[in-house]
T-cell receptor, first 111, second 112 residues
Framework: NAGVTQTPKFRVLKTGQSMTLLCAQD?????MYWYRQDPGMGLRLIHY???????AKGEVPDGYNVSRLKKQNFLLGLESAAPSQTSVYFC??????????FGPGTRLTVL | LAKTTQPISMDSYEGQEVNITCSHN???????ITWYQQFPSQGPRFIIQ???TKVTNEVASLFIPADRKSSTLSLPRVSLSDTAVYYC?????????????FGKGNQVVVIP
């Protein structure tokens, strides 16, 4: 039982490049989340999903898109990366409003 | 926004009890309170949750007063391995309108 996994663990992009971060969970959770964490800012919710095929905006959604085509996967896309998107990205999942289980994070640097 | 406010940081000596407070003035009737712990380079992990009064598990206690506008996480007899950032999160009955929001957390440093 791997829990929540994130791919990749590290990535360096140039400004304007695109990429997709993959989150996978094997706990059959309905809810999934993407957060970003910056020094001194805590965790900020980017997007979330309350079920397969659904997505919703969080606190800081601009510059990101998401998709939840399969229940176990939640993808976060950056269409045109900017230096302001340099951050650590965490994915989480939960059974409805219950405890969130977090992945190990992806450290993204945009040059 | 169901905002939470915590002190930025605090130090404690090994073996002492540590009490970490969180203010959540806008908590709604069906919201409940959870606490997470985060070590460097790791994702947060759940510690405890509660709705009102007192909840205790094997690692912590959570005290919630009657008005529920604040909560206190209590860690008994901390060790060096308890050095981490602690977040309180108010889990709303619905997630719309940015009601689900972690705060900035409280850095706890345990000193030998």
């Amino acid at each position: 039982n791997a829990g929540v996994t994130q791919t990749p663990k590290f990535r360096v992009l140039k400004t304007g490049q695109s990429m997709t971060l993959l989150c996978a969970q094997d706990m059959n959770h309905e809810y999934m989340y993407w957060y970003r964490q910056d020094p001194g800012m805590g965790l900020r919710l980017i997007h979330y999903s309350v079920g397969e095929g659904t997505t919703a905006k969080g606190e800081v959604p601009d510059g990101y898109n998401v998709s939840r085509l399969k229940k176990q996967n939640f993808l976060l896309g950056l269409e045109s990366a900017a230096p302001s998107q340099t951050s650590v990205y965490f994915c989480a999942s939960s059974a409805m409003r219950d405890t969130q289980y977090f992945g190990p994070g992806t450290r993204l640097t945009v040059l | 926004l169901a905002k939470t406010t915590q002190p930025i940081s605090m130090d404690s000596y090994e073996g002492q009890e540590v009490n970490i407070t969180c203010s959540h003035n806008n908590i709604a009737t069906n919201d409940y309170i959870t606490w997470y712990q985060q070590f460097p380079s790791q994702g947060p992990r759940f510690i405890i949750q509660g709705y009102k009064t007192k909840v205790t598990n094997e690692v912590a206690s959570l005290f919630i007063p009657a008005d529920r506008k604040s909560s206190t996480l209590s860690l008994p007899r901390v060790s060096l391995s308890d050095t981490a950032v602690y977040y309180c999160l108010v889990v709303p009955s619905y997630y719309g309108n940015n009601r689900l929001a972690f705060g900035k957390g409280n850095q706890v440093v345990v000193i030998p």
